[in-house]
């Protein structure tokens, strides 16, 4: 759990009474390659930290190809956030695409605990901030204003660790190109 509470205070110190109220919320589990942490049309009911592994986040467009919109490696939360904030059925899927453990913990129980404990809402707060306004419009600018081969270059650039563990498809999916694409880009390089 060291790995979960060193994340959490990335974002913000909670005392020893939060981290035991937020404490009696988690569970450990292991999620196989190729299994779903979240399918398409589930309304999400969890956050889960991943301290091994790495998670795809996608849905299938109108063409019925997979498009990868992010990866989750470890020390990452993921979950659909606006579908379980909406309790709505979410239009994400998040596939381990290796062999995962992870800390989850209840949405509906953390959202009871912002309430009671102001640091944890202050960590929640500045998670937000963090990954769901600045880090999201970023990755969302970058997308549709570069060439294929600026995204790929930034990719590779920002995360060097992910690229011998996702297979071609992968990457290409997430750039928003073929593997063809891809393969012809590397081989420029």
């Known amino acids: 759990m060291e790995e979960f509470w060193d994340y959490i205070e990335q974002y ?16 450990e589990s292991e999620v196989r390659k190729d299994d779903y942490l979240l399918k398409n049309g589930v309304v999400p009911k969890e956050i889960t930290f991943i301290k091994k592994g790495l998670f795809s986040y996608e849905y299938t467009n109108e063409k019925g190809d997979k498009v990868i919109k992010k ?11 606006s579908a379980m904030l909406q309790q709505q059925h979410g239009n994400f899927s998040i596939q381990a695409l290796e062999d995962c453990e992870v800390v989850s ?31 999201k419009e970023f990755d969302e600018i970058t997308l549709k204003s570069e060439t294929a081969k600026q995204r790929y270059l930034a990719f590779k650039n920002r995360y060097p660790d992910l690229i011998p563990r996702l297979k071609l498809h992968h990457i290409a999916s997430y750039l928003a190109i073929t593997p063809t694409q891809l393969s012809r880009i590397r081989a420029e390089l």
Do not use: C, M
């Not at 913000?12 to 988690?26: F, I, N, R, Y």
């Not at 990866?71 to 956030?81: D, Y």
């Not at 500045?126 to 769901?132: D, R, T």
């Open 12 to 27: 913000k110190v909670v005392s020893e009474e939060s981290k035991a109220a937020w404490s009696a919320l988690l569970k």
């Open 105 to 135: 913990y209840s949405f509906e129980g953390f959202r009871a605990l912002t309430e009671k404990y102001s640091d944890i809402a202050a960590f929640y707060i500045k998670y937000l901030e963090q990954k769901w306004v600045i880090e």
């Open 71 to 81: 990866f989750f490696p470890e020390n990452h939360l993921v979950s659909s956030t």
